[in-house]
Each structure stands twice: as structure tokens, then as C-alpha cells.
């Protein structure tokens, strides 16, 4: 083909050569394409599948650690109530040793609180008598009721003209003290056959501190006391009881 003079032929023949070849391009362009959207689309398709196998790895985690977590729980829990029941056990066992240990001290102070009654009962004539009070009379644990209203004595000495009533205790405290003049305090009311009688009172007791014999002495209270094997009044001779 002659590019001097070219002929319609020689037109024609250059179109039908630029056609094809556009033609070749516009289909190796088309192949790309294809090929790339295959690409592309493969590898969506390869997110896809990763996306969704990491979707099931971290449900089977989350499970997993689900199931961890509720088993932790369970055994806390089972852990929990089992501390519970041994700790409601001791605290059952230590209620129980110390009902038995309240059980003896309190048998321990009656038996104790009974020494010292008996201890008192055969030196009472001699205890009062350097007071002038002659003792005809000891009773023990008397009680008493009249008009709702009750009495309970550990000792009762007695003469002609005079009732001394006395409390005993292992270990005497100011609130005995205090129980014991509202005691003598009823006395009268309560058992008028000592009604034209002097009323006196008196504490006994094993253990006995300097400020409880005080305040018992500023009760007007005699006060007895274990010494050695003796029981003694701790109230000097010039010692003035109190009457009720």
C-alpha cells in the first residue's frame, strides 16, 4: 500500500487493519476487565470466607470463654456456699462450747455461790455476836411470795428483835449490792412477821475488791469475807449498820 497515493483500496484496507485491531483491544481489554472482576471478585470471596472463619473463631472464644466464666462462677459459688457451711458448723460448735462453758461457769458460781452460804451458816453466832447480835435462827434459800410480788434469800439470820438478811456470792459486784438493799427493802412488806423487827443486811462473797467493800459500807451493809479457811466481817467494831 503506497502512503503517497493511496488508493480507495489502499483506505479501505488501512480501516479494516485499524478496525481489527481496535477490535483485538477492545477484547484484550474486555479479557482484563473479566479478568480483574474475576479477581476482584475471588478475591471478595476470599475476604469473605477469612471475614467469616474469624466470625466463628471469635464466637467459639467468646463461647468458650463464656462457658469458662460460668464454670469459674459455679465453682466460686459452690466454693462460697461450702465456706458458708463451715463457717454456720463452727459457728454452730462455738455456740455450743460456749452454752457448755456458760453452763459450768454458771454451775461453778452456784457451786461457789454455796460454799460461801455454808461457809457463812455455822459462823454466823459467832460473826455477829462481837456486834450484839445474838443469832437464834439461820435459814437458808427462803423464798417468798405475796401479792405478785416475790422475795429470794440466800440466808436468814434471826433473833428476837433483829433479821439480818445476807446475799452470797463468789464474786460480788455493785449491781449485787444494788439488788440486794432493793431486796431489804421489800422485806418488811413481804414478810410481816418481822414486821416490828430491825432489818439488817449483810453480803457475803469469796472475792471481794476494796472499792466494792467501800461502797457496800457506805450501803450500810455488813460485809463478809473469806479469809484462810474462815469467813470474817470486814466492818470495823465501830461499824453502824443500816435499818429498814
Keep these: 500500500m503506497s502512503l503517497a497515493n493511496p488508493t480507495l483500496e489502499d483506505v479501505w484496507q488501512l480501516f479494516r487493519e485499524t478496525d481489527r485491531k481496535f477490535q483485538e483491544q477492545s477484547k484484550e481489554t474486555e479479557r482484563r476487565f473479566q479478568e480483574t472482576e474475576r479477581f476482584l471478585k475471588e478475591q471478595s470471596q476470599e475476604t469473605d470466607r477469612k471475614f467469616q472463619e474469624q466470625s466463628k473463631e471469635t464466637e467459639r472464644r467468646f463461647q468458650e470463654t463464656e ?19 463451715l463457717l454456720r458448723e463452727q459457728a ?43 443469832v437464834h435462827e439461820v435459814h437458808t434459800n427462803v423464798s417468798v411470795q405475796r401479792d405478785n410480788e416475790g422475795l429470794e434469800i440466800d ?26 438493799v432493793e431486796r431489804l427493802n421489800k422485806v418488811k412488806r413481804l414478810m410481816p412477821k418481822y414486821a416490828n423487827t430491825r432489818i439488817l443486811g449483810a453480803v457475803a462473797s469469796m472475792v471481794l475488791t476494796d472499792s466494792i467493800i467501800n461502797y457496800a459500807y457506805r450501803q450500810g451493809l455488813f460485809v463478809l469475807a473469806q479469809s484462810g479457811d474462815a469467813m470474817v466481817i470486814r466492818n470495823d467494831i465501830n461499824f453502824k449498820p443500816k435499818e429498814w
Design 67 to 85: 462457658r469458662l466464666l460460668k464454670e469459674q462462677s459455679q465453682e466460686t459459688d459452690r466454693k462460697f456456699q461450702e465456706t458458708e457451711r
Design 92 to 134: 454452730q460448735k462455738t455456740s455450743r462450747e460456749i452454752s457448755k462453758v456458760t453452763k459450768a461457769v454458771g454451775e461453778l458460781s452456784n457451786r461457789l455461790g454455796e460454799f460461801v452460804e455454808n461457809s457463812v451458816r455455822p459462823a454466823a453466832v459467832q460473826l455477829f455476836q462481837k456486834y450484839g447480835i445474838a
Design 155 to 180: 440466808l436468814l439470820v434471826v433473833n428476837d428483835t433483829d433479821v439480818i438478811v445476807i446475799e452470797c456470792k463468789s464474786k460480788l459486784s455493785v449491781e449485787h449490792i444494788q439488788e440486794h
